[in-house]
């Protein structure tokens, strides 16, 4: 008989589905570490590769010792907190099961039941060990190796088999695995969401707007009562007059929003005390639709029309997709951003300049067209230098694409387009009347094509340089009419930013005695190019969320605009997400 009984059912309470069933055991661990090291190998050759490594590098630092159980067979406490820690898995956008749950429990009570083989208890030692290294991993930087379309730089080296002795030794299995998870706000409340939105969904989710004509403000209809619960269900809209609502980012905090401010947004609106008809658009639903079109970044006029009721008609189930999807996202994101930095939201079309934790400059841009040649790249770089005045040097596949086409049918073209012909090898340039462009194969032309800085530059009046095997940068516009356009995927690549000399300004701010008011009227002119090297690089991080917390604090989506999300999520696990379909 085992003398661990009690302390067992103590310490697995936290685990019901074993603390049920413990009983007295029958087993002690005994076995030379010749015979469990193995095991060890064994059971290594069958695991990934990273897992392998740490698991091996684990037991041989500790001699070929086992870790979860005491020499009489008695499960360590930890063994009942790492249990219980696997429940809680699925908070964080994990599934227990991926990370053997319920076997580890079953084949742990078979033990103290007194079944199996004499030395059954090293499976569940190494599973043990199988399942916290692989957990551990997935917390601490996402559970795809390497996410598509998604080329950041994951946290820095952390040795799994290091992060499993130190949980082991301190007590706290709980707490060292709650602290590898990222620990910025934006991944902090998107966990928050998550946890919210499934439980609207086991709730049976919220309603979904019949499709139909669209609807506005003074409008009756059965469709605009369906509208009003969405809505609630959502946050978007309050749901009484005069109650004060909570944020449904933000339960339990401060920061509300009086409902009668939605109420009286119109004199001819009820009073508090006589609500409107469930089915009438009135000006308070026409608040809490705007609210809805910011939070999804739709055109802002109060109405329901074909693109906002598209939004409306997405099923929970679809939104949990995409905050699991994020959540993933942000675990292969740099645990510590730097001091001072950019962040471009390429589904949201946004820059941020953060300084200390706090944005300072917002602005939109313009990234790349959705064609996969063409589409903006999420990575992670250093603005080095910028250049004033630049002269634009036509990417290859622009050449090949269209200038060479051009070219094919009226040499001239090139004048037309404001470029200079160039001899690759010489650099001297080529009167393009010369040239026999109908005989060049497009991938070995000899020429390349260059365009002097001018109003009609499309680099505009300067450019921010990250060296990258891209290609890419920042750049200003000689078109900055495109910015209003809601959804900006207009460029071959590069990301142009509509406010140049504040992005400037904030880059080169203290520096050698540069001032806003100097670059703004520096960039009025043109000029020869001008290289200005920054003292210190200024990281960029070009990213792709389409759940984030938005610029008024709430949980906002976007659309999928380069369809990254569903190959993500088919990659994360098998596990369906909960929510229904659209109606």
Known sequence: MGPWLALLCGLLLASPALAADATRASFVVSASSESFAANVRARAEKEPKETARALLRFYEKRGFLPAWFADDGAPRPQVGQYLAALHEAGAEGLWPERYHCSALEASLRRLTLGGGAEDAWMEVELGLTSSFLTYASHLLSGQVS?????????PGPRVLAAVLEGALLSGDVTGTLRGLSPGQEGFVRLREALGRYRAIAAAGGWPLVPEGPPLERGRRDARVAVLREELRVMGDLPTTPGERLLRPEEPGVSTVVLADELVHAALEMPS????????????????????????????????????????????????????????????????DLAPRYVMVNLPAFELEAVEQGRTVLRMPVIIGMTEPEWSTPVLEDEVEYLVLHP???????????????????????????????????????????TV?????????????????PGESNPLGQVKFIFP?????????????ALFAQRERALSHGCVRVAEPAKLADFMLRGYRGWTQDWLEAELKV??????????????????YWTAFVDAEGRIGFRRDIYQHDAEVLRALSGNPVPGGSRG
């Open 146 to 154: 390497s996410l598509i379309n998604w080329r950041t730089k994951p």
């Open 272 to 335: 508090p005390e006589e609500p409107p008809p469930e089915d009438l658009y009135d000006a308070g639903l026409a608040e809490a639709v705007k609210s809805f079109q910011r939070r999804h970044g739709l055109g802002v006029d109060g109405k329901v029309g074909p693109e906002t009721l598209e939004a409306l008609r997405v099923p929970v189930g679809e939104r949990i997709g995409q905050l699991l999807v994020n959540l993933e996202r942000w675990r292969q994101v740099p645990r």
């Open 391 to 433: 002269e634009w040097n036509v990417p290859q596949g622009i050449t090949e694409e269209e200038v060479l086409p051009k070219l094919r049918e009226d040499a001239g073209a090139a004048g037309a387009l404001g470029l200079k012909v160039l001899d690759k090898a010489t650099g001297q340039e080529v009167d393009p009347s």
């Open 436 to 452: 026999d462009w109908n005989g060049l194969e497009p991938g070995a032309l000899p020429y390349r094509f260059s365009q002097a």
């Open 468 to 480: 990258n095997r891209f290609d890419i940068y920042l750049h200003d516009t000689p078109n900055p």
């Open 526 to 543: 043109t000029g020869e190019p001008q290289r200005v090297q920054l003292p210190a690089p200024v990281p960029v991080y070009l990213l």
